[in-house]
């Protein structure tokens, strides 16, 4: 069970990744994903709700995700 949590969890990371670039490049196309890392150094993203949320669901997800690692591991 854990690592079918684990495999959906790392589906749903790398799908809101590509999400959050593919807002992130609507907003500014010359972003690489290294500058998605530090959102707040662009006003452009920092200032965008719609970024925000996208970022703050990527965020969630891989908290869920060392969290059911860590309780994996301390059993």
Not at 30 to 37: A, F, G
Not at 51 to 66: P, Q, T
Request: charged share 30%; hydrophobic share 45%; glycine share 6%.
């Amino acid at each position: 069970m854990e690592k079918e949590a684990d495999r959906v969890l790392a589906e749903l990371i790398a799908q809101q990744e590509r999400k959050l670039r593919a807002y992130a490049a609507r907003i500014d196309p010359r972003l690489t994903p290294d500058d998605l890392l530090q959102p707040h150094d662009f006003p452009a993203l920092g200032s965008d709700p719609g970024f925000n949320y996208e970022d703050g669901v990527l965020v969630g997800l891989r908290s869920a995700a060392a969290a059911l690692r860590a309780l994996a591991a301390a059993r």
